[in-house]
Nanobody, 123 residues
Framework: VQLQASGGGLVQAGGSLRLSCVTS????????MGWFRQAPEKEREFVAA????????NYADSVKGRFTISRADAKNTVYLQMNSLKPEDTAVYYC?????????????????WGQGTQVTVSS
């Protein structure tokens, strides 16, 4: 499974960005698609996840109400809509896929990773 993330950039605080993750696989039954981020000198952390089959979602507390994860089946794409961005959201954002179903948000529980896309939020 190959994942290609894009959509990062520089935005002012309060602004919005939408990240995209295009996948090489056509069917994702029982897969979970996730977004993680890693700021300089910090560990990679969970941001959001979506179950491909039924759309079940989970978010980190720090982004609830501001970020929305979604998927477009026909485009084999997962999105992360980020609104009301804050400087502390600055990080490299990664998309990932887990083939073992729902129930984990640790990076080592995910099986496939895309390259990162930089998000920088200025104050």
């Amino acid at each position: 499974v190959q994942l290609q993330a894009s959509g990062g950039g520089l935005v002012q605080a309060g602004g919005s960005l939408r990240l995209s993750c295009v996948t090489s696989r056509r069917t994702f039954s029982n897969y979970v698609m996730g977004w993680f981020r890693q700021a300089p000198e910090k560990e990679r952390e969970f941001v959001a996840a979506i179950m491909w089959d039924d759309g079940l979602r989970n978010y980190a507390d720090s982004v609830k109400g501001r970020f929305t994860i979604s998927r477009a089946d026909a485009k084999n794409t997962v999105y992360l809509q980020m609104n009301s961005l804050k400087p502390e959201d600055t990080a490299v954002y990664y998309c990932a896929a887990r083939a073992r179903g729902w129930g984990a948000d640790a990076p080592n529980e995910y099986d496939y990773w895309g390259q990162g896309t930089q998000v920088t939020v200025s104050s």
